[in-house]
């Protein structure tokens, strides 16, 4: 049998001395990659917690390929805006995406999207997990989940709590939460959790459940105040702030996450390439120090592990989202 003008029996050979010698063969890897800076798009607004993750992990990984790691803001769209721009760029291995869980959620709340989380990317390594921490504006009567749930019991529709977007994480947490109290509070969606938090931090709206990573600092600065973490367990980072399900919310766990993808048809030795680099940034000390100290916990997997764990947060979420009775049509 023939490829082209050469015999499958002259090209074998070449492989196999290849392979004796220790060199591997010039087509079975990114020769050169790579040779330009590369973009890594972070589907939200800076300062939310994805484009703070988005630019400590850029860093390091600039600095083991020897190419720029530009992080590209595109918020918008309930975080879709930014997928669609990954989606449609070209499989070369120069456009990362740092996908999260709203990218999950957005498969059943949306009826019709531009892009497939499934199909039109692969995946990479999965990059951090942790959790949401429910902060309210220091000028709501409420210093625990218990007195939050009260509060809200006394003032149905009353409290407002913002949000990264409708169909967001941070709006879809606060949904589980009301159903699982029996509580009703007014949604105020926001382009993006960094303009959310402004809001929150300046009284505009009375809580919010931010990625942590994204909340902590004004925790610390004293502009907002912490109730409690959603993980299943405390978080090491604040490991006096109880559960909610601690606080008397049994069962509630909400967890976050963010993960590298990259357009699909990416050679696959390209994403291999990719995946090393990637899980070695995540066990660098430097980096798991540095995203520990903003709240985020350090994680990789190979791209089948995250290719199963998307499929499962898609399945989960899209519960959540038939049980809430919403979607964004």
């Not at 703070?52 to 600039?62: D, E, G, N, P, S």
């Not at 669609?84 to 498969?107: C, Q, S, V």
């Not at 990259?262 to 291999?272: F, G, L, N, S």
């Not at 985020?296 to 989960?316: M, N």
């Amino acid at each position: 049998m023939r490829t082209g003008p050469f015999h499958v029996s002259a090209v074998f050979p070449i492989v196999v001395l290849c392979l004796v010698a220790g060199v591997r063969p010039a087509y079975a890897q990114p020769a050169g990659f790579p040779v330009k800076p590369v973009r890594l798009i972070a589907p939200s607004s800076p300062g939310s917690g994805v484009d703070i993750v988005a630019r400590i992990v850029a860093q390091k990984l600039a600095s083991q390929l020897g190419q720029q790691v530009i992080v590209d803001n595109r918020p918008g769209a309930g975080a879709n805006l930014g997928a669609e721009i990954a989606a449609r760029a070209a499989a070369d291995g120069y456009t990362l995406f740092m996908g999260t869980p709203a990218h999950a959620i957005n498969a059943s709340y949306y009826s019709r999207l531009n892009y497939d989380l499934v199909r039109d990317f692969a995946p990479v390594s999965l990059v951090t997990t942790g959790e949401y921490i429910v902060i309210v504006h220091p000028s709501l009567p409420v210093k625990a989940v218990r007195e939050l749930v009260a509060l809200a019991t006394a003032r149905p529709g009353v409290l407002t709590y913002g949000s990264g977007g409708r169909g967001n994480a941070t709006h879809l947490a606060v949904e589980l939460f009301s159903t699982m109290a029996g509580i009703r509070m007014l949604h105020v969606p926001y382009k993006g959790s960094g303009p959310a938090l402004t809001d929150l931090a300046g009284g505009q709206v009375d809580l919010m459940f931010a990625n942590l990573t994204a909340g902590l600092p004004h925790v610390k600065s004293g502009r907002l105040r912490a109730l409690a973490v959603t993980g299943d367990k405390r978080s090491p980072t604040v490991p006096n702030l109880p559960t909610v399900a601690e606080s008397g919310l049994r069962g509630f766990v909400v967890k976050s996450y963010y993960a590298i993808f990259v357009p699909a048809r990416t050679p696959a030795e390209i994403v291999d390439r990719l995946n090393g680099e990637v899980v070695a940034a995540m066990r660098s000390a430097d980096l798991r120090q540095r995203l520990s100290g903003e709240g985020a916990e350090p994680e990789s997997s190979t791209p089948r592990e995250l290719a199963a764990f998307i499929k499962s947060e898609i399945e989960k979420w899209s519960k959540v989202v038939k049980a809430a009775h919403i979607s964004a049509d």
